[in-house]
């Protein structure tokens, strides 16, 4: 068996932010060192008190969380809540957490984890699913914690449709800037990143009956909180069955080979009225003589995912959260 994988998750909790905490603060595989917030679902504040409240149903007081950047790089803060309600989290009544959060800056935090995990040479996977902000204002001020970064898998893009508009997916077209940040630093920085996009995100689901079993089985811990926030979008989409979302890219750390990826040159949209936030994924032949395309090679390679094992990764998620039966 394996040492457990370090991790940090950056997070705009969220409904399925906070299926994919659940997930990653329950798996054996996953060591969660950290859980850092940004504005995107919700305002920043709720985005904290939310990724508390699942940390206290998880009993994991020991995971640090703190607050990151409160609004995008240059566009106007915006939110989701017509999606995750107006607490940010499906409004399902529960107590809020009471915990306060690290006195640090999410960047401070990760700094201070980053280049302790590059001391003691055991890199961490940051696995951010939410607008890549708070990574883009990390990586340019302190550039130097690349050696404690394993890999970034993040949620975020698409190769082909978009969320948020037609083109763009949710995370980065809040925060366009942000993202081309990200994916330049990885470039630049020798950081490898995976972009686990709508191409995959809606296809591990778990339905309204396996909700209902889930909250049936533990109703006030981890099963119960998970099973009510499937049946919560079940409901709010009138749908039997509701995708897991970013609880799939943690999935892709515990389970890497139920995601298939394909490296490809990716950039990110700035400047279109109607394609602003999407990520241009480069399909043609490496080989291809780009000398004619005045944009010419994108400067960062992703592996960008293409196809999901959506049925193993809903199951590796039901069965953690229910306690592994
Ligand atoms: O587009 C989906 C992404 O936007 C997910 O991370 C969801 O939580 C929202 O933040
Ligand atoms: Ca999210």
Redesign the pocket.
């Known amino acids: 068996m394996r040492a457990p994988l370090p991790v940090i998750l950056d997070v705009?909790t969220?409904?399925?932010?906070a299926c994919a905490i659940l997930l990653a603060g329950m798996h054996p595989a996953i060591d969660l060192r950290a859980v850092t917030c940004v504005g995107?679902?919700a305002p920043l504040a709720d985005v904290v008190r939310n990724t508390l409240t699942v940390l206290d149903v998880l009993g994991r007081p020991d995971v640090p969380v703190a607050a990151g950047a409160d609004r995008p790089l240059l566009e106007a803060p915006a939110d989701?809540r017509h999606?995750?309600g107006a607490d940010g989290m499906g409004d399902l009544g529960r107590p809020f957490s009471t915990r306060t959060p690290d006195p640090r800056h999410a960047v401070e935090l990760l700094r201070d984890l980053l280049r302790a995990a590059a001391a003691e040479r055991r890199p961490i996977t940051l696995i951010p699913?939410?607008?890549l902000t708070t990574i883009a204002l990390l990586l340019r001020t302190y550039p130097d914690v690349a050696p404690g970064i394993a890999r970034i898998l993040f949620?975020?893009g698409s190769a082909a449709t978009g969320?948020?508009t037609a083109s763009a997916?949710?995370?980065v077209f809040?925060d366009p800037e942000a993202a081309a940040i990200v994916l330049g630093a990885c470039g630049q920085l020798d950081i490898p990143v995976t972009m686990y996009g709508?191409d995959v995100?809606y296809q591990p689901v778990v339905t309204r009956a396996e909700a209902e079993d889930l909250i049936a089985h533990d109703p006030t811990g981890p099963a119960g909180l998970g099973g009510a926030l499937i049946d919560f979008q079940c409901r709010r989409f009138a749908s039997p069955a509701a995708t897991i979302?970013?609880a799939g890219a943690v999935c892709a750390a515990i389970d890497p080979d139920g995601l298939d990826t394909t490296r490809l040159p990716v950039r990110v949209e700035l400047a279109g009225r109607y394609t602003r936030g999407r990520t241009i994924v480069d399909h043609r032949d490496t080989g291809l003589d780009l000398a004619h395309d005045p944009h010419g090679p994108a400067d960062v390679l992703v592996d960008v995912a293409c196809a999901v094992a959506a049925d193993r990764y809903a199951t590796l998620w039901r069965t953690t959260i229910r306690g592994g039966r």
């Open positions: 705009d969220g409904v399925d932010d995107g679902n989701a999606v995750h699913l939410a607008p949620m975020g969320n948020a997916e949710f995370n809040h709508l995100f979302g970013d």
